[in-house]
Nanobody, 115 residues
């Protein structure tokens, strides 16, 4: 079965950087759209960034200029480089990918920005 596993989360100081990785296993096919979502305590899950199969990207206004999404279709991986982290970036970050009619989610990785 298809599995998405996030890694790279942790504790970082404001202004610091962190790089999240999402590894996909269980399929020989490249996923279609892939992206990152996050959910902070008491808030709804929100889109952070998405990288479509045609190469276009869509990044949330709140992270534009700070976060960069990239993907490797051969390795079936997607990455999120997070720079200039702010306290409000604290959340559980989830990797998401779509393959045909199916939508897959990772279990999430905690990112905590604190001084």
């Amino acid at each position: 079965q298809v599995q998405l596993v996030e890694s790279g989360g942790g504790l970082v100081q404001p202004g610091g950087s962190l790089r999240l990785s999402c590894a996909v296993s269980g399929t020989i096919f490249s996923l279609n759209d892939m992206g990152w979502y996050r959910q902070a305590p008491g808030k709804q899950r929100e889109l952070v960034a998405v990288f479509t199969s045609d190469g276009s990207t869509n990044v949330a206004d709140s992270v534009k200029g700070r976060f960069i999404i990239s993907r490797d279709n051969v390795k079936n991986s997607v990455y999120l480089q997070m720079n200039s982290l702010k306290l409000e970036d604290t959340a559980v970050y989830y990797c998401n990918g779509r393959l045909g009619r199916y939508n897959y989610w990772g279990h999430g990785t905690q990112v905590t920005v604190s001084s």
